[in-house]
T-cell receptor, first 109, second 112 residues
Framework: GIQVEQSPPDLILQEGANSTLRCNFSDSVNNLQWFHQNPWGQLINLFYIPSGTKQNGRLSATTVATERYSLLYISSSQTTDSGVYFCAVEEGGSYIPTFGRGTSLIVHP | NAGVTQTPKFQVLKTGQSMTLQCAQDMNHNSMYWYRQDPGMGLRLIYYSASEGTTDKGEVPNGYNVSRLNKREFSLRLESAAPSQTSVYFC???????????FGQGTRLTVV
Protein backbone atom coordinates (compact mmCIF):
# COMPACT_ATOMS: atom_id res chain seq x y z
CA GLY A 1 0.00 0.00 0.00
CA ILE A 2 0.87 3.64 -0.21
CA GLN A 3 3.38 5.08 2.26
CA VAL A 4 2.84 8.48 3.84
CA GLU A 5 5.66 10.28 5.63
CA GLN A 6 5.29 13.51 7.56
CA SER A 7 8.03 15.82 8.72
CA PRO A 8 9.11 17.05 11.11
CA PRO A 9 7.68 14.66 13.72
CA ASP A 10 7.83 17.36 16.39
CA LEU A 11 7.90 21.13 16.25
CA ILE A 12 8.11 23.73 19.00
CA LEU A 13 7.46 27.38 18.20
CA GLN A 14 7.08 30.70 19.90
CA GLU A 15 3.81 32.46 19.31
CA GLY A 16 4.00 34.55 16.15
CA ALA A 17 6.43 32.31 14.30
CA ASN A 18 5.78 30.73 10.90
CA SER A 19 6.17 27.05 10.06
CA THR A 20 5.96 24.58 7.20
CA LEU A 21 4.85 20.98 7.61
CA ARG A 22 5.52 18.45 4.90
CA CYS A 23 3.75 15.30 3.70
CA ASN A 24 5.43 12.94 1.22
CA PHE A 25 3.63 10.02 -0.36
CA SER A 26 4.94 7.08 -2.32
CA ASP A 27 2.40 6.80 -5.14
CA SER A 28 -0.09 8.85 -7.10
CA VAL A 29 -3.14 9.99 -5.14
CA ASN A 30 -6.64 11.09 -5.97
CA ASN A 31 -7.32 12.67 -2.61
CA LEU A 32 -5.33 14.44 0.09
CA GLN A 33 -6.55 16.00 3.28
CA TRP A 34 -4.94 17.85 6.16
CA PHE A 35 -6.38 17.49 9.66
CA HIS A 36 -5.67 19.13 12.99
CA GLN A 37 -6.14 17.01 16.08
CA ASN A 38 -6.69 19.38 18.98
CA PRO A 39 -5.60 18.65 22.57
CA TRP A 40 -9.06 17.17 23.25
CA GLY A 41 -8.51 14.59 20.52
CA GLN A 42 -10.97 15.93 17.98
CA LEU A 43 -9.97 15.66 14.31
CA ILE A 44 -10.76 18.87 12.47
CA ASN A 45 -10.74 19.10 8.69
CA LEU A 46 -8.35 21.79 7.50
CA PHE A 47 -8.01 21.27 3.77
CA TYR A 48 -9.19 18.93 1.07
CA ILE A 49 -6.43 19.47 -1.48
CA PRO A 50 -5.58 16.74 -4.01
CA SER A 51 -3.73 19.38 -6.06
CA GLY A 52 -3.08 23.10 -6.17
CA THR A 53 -3.08 25.70 -3.41
CA LYS A 54 -5.73 26.74 -0.91
CA GLN A 55 -5.77 29.31 1.86
CA ASN A 56 -7.90 29.69 4.94
CA GLY A 57 -6.91 32.58 7.18
CA ARG A 58 -3.43 32.02 8.59
CA LEU A 59 -3.25 28.51 7.13
CA SER A 60 -2.52 27.55 3.57
CA ALA A 61 -1.71 24.30 1.80
CA THR A 62 -0.09 23.31 -1.46
CA THR A 63 -0.10 19.89 -3.08
CA VAL A 64 2.21 19.05 -5.98
CA ALA A 65 0.72 15.73 -7.00
CA THR A 66 3.24 15.06 -9.78
CA GLU A 67 6.10 15.30 -7.24
CA ARG A 68 4.16 13.44 -4.52
CA TYR A 69 4.19 15.94 -1.71
CA SER A 70 2.02 18.44 0.09
CA LEU A 71 2.93 21.36 2.36
CA LEU A 72 0.93 22.98 5.14
CA TYR A 73 1.92 26.53 6.05
CA ILE A 74 1.04 28.09 9.37
CA SER A 75 1.72 31.80 9.67
CA SER A 76 1.76 33.92 12.84
CA SER A 77 1.21 30.84 14.97
CA GLN A 78 -1.01 31.01 18.04
CA THR A 79 -1.18 28.78 21.12
CA THR A 80 -4.48 27.42 19.81
CA ASP A 81 -2.58 25.97 16.84
CA SER A 82 -1.01 23.40 19.18
CA GLY A 83 -1.87 19.78 18.52
CA VAL A 84 -1.07 17.14 15.96
CA TYR A 85 -1.35 17.73 12.22
CA PHE A 86 -2.13 14.75 10.03
CA CYS A 87 -1.95 14.26 6.31
CA ALA A 88 -4.22 11.57 4.82
CA VAL A 89 -4.11 10.39 1.21
CA GLU A 90 -6.28 8.18 -0.93
CA GLU A 91 -4.42 6.41 -3.69
CA GLY A 92 -5.93 5.75 -7.08
CA GLY A 93 -8.63 3.07 -7.08
CA SER A 94 -8.88 3.01 -3.29
CA TYR A 95 -11.66 4.14 -1.00
CA ILE A 96 -9.33 4.30 1.96
CA PRO A 97 -7.77 7.42 3.52
CA THR A 98 -4.27 6.40 4.67
CA PHE A 99 -2.70 8.54 7.37
CA GLY A 100 0.82 9.64 8.10
CA ARG A 101 2.08 9.55 11.69
CA GLY A 102 1.56 13.26 12.14
CA THR A 103 3.52 16.34 13.21
CA SER A 104 3.14 17.31 16.85
CA LEU A 105 3.16 21.11 17.20
CA ILE A 106 3.54 23.02 20.45
CA VAL A 107 3.20 26.80 20.35
CA HIS A 108 4.46 28.60 23.45
CA PRO A 109 3.10 32.02 24.47
CA ASN B 1 -26.04 19.22 11.97
CA ALA B 2 -24.54 16.38 14.02
CA GLY B 3 -22.19 14.95 11.34
CA VAL B 4 -20.61 11.72 12.65
CA THR B 5 -21.69 10.59 16.11
CA GLN B 6 -19.92 7.89 18.12
CA THR B 7 -21.04 6.24 21.32
CA PRO B 8 -19.80 5.74 23.95
CA LYS B 9 -17.09 8.38 24.41
CA PHE B 10 -15.28 6.42 27.12
CA GLN B 11 -15.33 2.76 28.11
CA VAL B 12 -13.38 0.48 30.44
CA LEU B 13 -13.58 -3.26 29.82
CA LYS B 14 -12.14 -6.27 31.53
CA THR B 15 -10.14 -8.72 29.45
CA GLY B 16 -12.50 -11.12 27.71
CA GLN B 17 -15.56 -8.89 27.82
CA SER B 18 -17.35 -7.91 24.63
CA MET B 19 -18.76 -4.60 23.48
CA THR B 20 -20.01 -2.76 20.42
CA LEU B 21 -18.99 0.74 19.42
CA GLN B 22 -21.73 2.58 17.60
CA CYS B 23 -21.33 5.10 14.79
CA ALA B 24 -23.98 7.03 12.89
CA GLN B 25 -23.72 9.75 10.25
CA ASP B 26 -26.43 12.08 9.01
CA MET B 27 -24.74 13.31 5.83
CA ASN B 28 -26.10 10.57 3.54
CA HIS B 29 -22.55 9.34 2.95
CA ASN B 30 -21.89 6.05 1.19
CA SER B 31 -18.52 5.14 2.72
CA MET B 32 -17.78 4.61 6.40
CA TYR B 33 -14.59 3.67 8.24
CA TRP B 34 -13.28 2.56 11.61
CA TYR B 35 -9.77 3.57 12.68
CA ARG B 36 -7.74 3.10 15.81
CA GLN B 37 -5.18 5.59 17.05
CA ASP B 38 -2.25 4.57 19.21
CA PRO B 39 0.55 6.84 20.45
CA GLY B 40 3.08 7.57 17.71
CA MET B 41 1.25 5.41 15.17
CA GLY B 42 -1.15 7.81 13.51
CA LEU B 43 -4.53 6.37 12.57
CA ARG B 44 -4.72 2.82 11.27
CA LEU B 45 -7.71 1.44 9.40
CA ILE B 46 -9.55 -1.47 11.01
CA TYR B 47 -12.48 -1.99 8.64
CA TYR B 48 -14.32 0.02 6.06
CA SER B 49 -17.59 -0.08 4.19
CA ALA B 50 -17.56 1.38 0.70
CA SER B 51 -21.34 1.24 0.47
CA GLU B 52 -24.35 -0.14 2.29
CA GLY B 53 -24.17 -3.92 2.42
CA THR B 54 -20.40 -4.23 1.93
CA THR B 55 -17.54 -4.38 4.39
CA ASP B 56 -13.81 -5.00 3.94
CA LYS B 57 -10.78 -5.47 6.13
CA GLY B 58 -8.25 -2.73 6.60
CA GLU B 59 -4.73 -2.79 7.98
CA VAL B 60 -5.48 -4.12 11.50
CA PRO B 61 -8.75 -6.15 11.48
CA ASN B 62 -7.81 -8.98 13.87
CA GLY B 63 -10.02 -9.15 16.95
CA TYR B 64 -12.78 -6.99 15.46
CA ASN B 65 -16.01 -7.44 13.52
CA VAL B 66 -18.20 -4.83 11.86
CA SER B 67 -21.78 -4.44 10.70
CA ARG B 68 -23.10 -1.91 8.22
CA LEU B 69 -26.60 -1.88 9.62
CA ASN B 70 -27.94 0.59 7.08
CA LYS B 71 -26.60 3.59 5.20
CA ARG B 72 -26.36 5.68 8.38
CA GLU B 73 -24.88 3.23 10.85
CA PHE B 74 -21.61 1.28 11.04
CA SER B 75 -20.80 -0.60 14.25
CA LEU B 76 -17.54 -2.12 15.49
CA ARG B 77 -17.62 -5.14 17.79
CA LEU B 78 -14.95 -6.53 20.06
CA GLU B 79 -15.94 -10.13 20.86
CA SER B 80 -13.28 -10.80 23.50
CA ALA B 81 -11.41 -7.67 24.48
CA ALA B 82 -7.65 -7.80 25.03
CA PRO B 83 -5.31 -5.21 26.59
CA SER B 84 -3.75 -4.72 23.12
CA GLN B 85 -7.06 -3.23 22.03
CA THR B 86 -6.67 -0.32 24.43
CA SER B 87 -6.80 2.62 22.04
CA VAL B 88 -8.81 5.55 20.79
CA TYR B 89 -11.28 4.53 18.10
CA PHE B 90 -12.53 6.87 15.40
CA CYS B 91 -15.37 6.45 12.99
CA UNK B 92 -15.41 8.41 9.74
CA UNK B 93 -17.56 8.80 6.65
CA UNK B 94 -17.28 10.20 3.14
CA UNK B 95 -19.71 10.67 0.26
CA UNK B 96 -17.84 8.54 -2.28
CA UNK B 97 -14.16 7.90 -2.89
CA UNK B 98 -12.01 10.92 -3.61
CA UNK B 99 -14.08 13.22 -1.44
CA UNK B 100 -13.56 14.75 1.96
CA UNK B 101 -13.81 12.45 5.00
CA UNK B 102 -15.35 13.56 8.31
CA PHE B 103 -14.57 12.08 11.70
CA GLY B 104 -16.48 11.46 14.89
CA GLN B 105 -15.19 12.60 18.28
CA GLY B 106 -13.63 9.26 19.13
CA THR B 107 -14.11 6.55 21.76
CA ARG B 108 -11.39 6.08 24.35
CA LEU B 109 -11.33 2.39 25.25
CA THR B 110 -9.27 0.87 28.04
CA VAL B 111 -9.03 -2.90 28.49
CA VAL B 112 -7.70 -4.00 31.87
Amino acid sequence: GIQVEQSPPDLILQEGANSTLRCNFSDSVNNLQWFHQNPWGQLINLFYIPSGTKQNGRLSATTVATERYSLLYISSSQTTDSGVYFCAVEEGGSYIPTFGRGTSLIVHP
Amino acid sequence: NAGVTQTPKFQVLKTGQSMTLQCAQDMNHNSMYWYRQDPGMGLRLIYYSASEGTTDKGEVPNGYNVSRLNKREFSLRLESAAPSQTSVYFCASSAVKNTEAFFGQGTRLTVV
